[in-house]
Antibody
């Protein structure tokens, strides 16, 4: 059973930045990509982006261009998704998912003044 | 663009259910695989993979779930709906990455 563990819920003010972490204890990444997906309250799934296993390559949905940064710390085998210039519409549960197969539990992010 | 129909359905336990997903482009890869997946998101949980590459059931998925279709038209079928099948079903394409795209979701409830 592959376990994917994300960081806890966050409350942010508009204009601030967010950094969500994601780990898969004991999982060995070879060719698998880490995807980030978000889900606004009561809404469907929205793909944010992905990062390669080595962290050297990333791609994101066009609407997040310039605001999202995805990284991997190979020393701790932890993946990060950073989203800047937050607005109320960024309020959502953010998921990481290995190859969109194994999903984390989700991180609730609330953007509110 | 991935378009699912219906957006909701109500099914009596033991009866079949079917969800359609249409893609704006062919999902047939040059290697012969069709890059269409199906997920179920149960209330309060992350999505869980049911079907990958059109018709392959993921580990532990009951055989009452099946995926079919070709090119741009796809179907998820549940042969006999059970109470635990309640939730929102999503199709997802991964032939053109980025981006990965999901359908709008289909909510299944039990009558």
């Amino acid at each position: 059973q592959v376990q994917v563990v994300q960081s806890g819920a966050e409350v942010k003010k508009p204009g601030a930045s967010l950094k969500v972490s994601c780990k898969a204890p004991g999982y060995t990444f070879t060719k698998q990509y880490m995807h980030w997906v978000r889900q606004a309250p009561g809404q469907g799934l929205e793909w944010v982006g992905l990062i390669s296993p080595g962290g050297g390559s990333a791609a994101n949905e066009q609407k997040f261009q310039g605001r999202v940064t995805m990284t991997r710390d190979t020393s701790t085998n932890t993946f990060y998704m950073e989203l800047s210039s937050l607005r109320a519409e960024d309020t959502a549960v953010y998921y990481c998912a290995i190859d969109v197969v194994y999903w984390g539990q989700g991180t609730l992010v609330t953007v509110s003044s | 663009v991935m378009t699912q129909t219906p957006l909701s359905l109500s099914v009596t336990p033991g009866q079949p259910a079917s969800i359609s997903c249409k893609s704006s482009q062919s999902l047939l890869h040059s290697d012969g695989k069709t890059l269409l997946s199906w997920y179920l998101q149960k209330p309060g949980q992350p999505p869980q993979l049911l079907i990958y590459e059109l018709s392959n059931r993921f580990s532990g998925v009951p055989d009452r779930f099946s995926g079919s279709g070709s090119g741009t038209d796809f179907t998820l079928k549940i042969s006999r709906v059970e109470a635990e099948d309640v939730g929102v079903y999503y199709c997802m394409q991964s032939i053109q990455v980025p981006p990965v795209t999901f359908g709008q979701g289909t909510r299944l409830e039990i009558k």
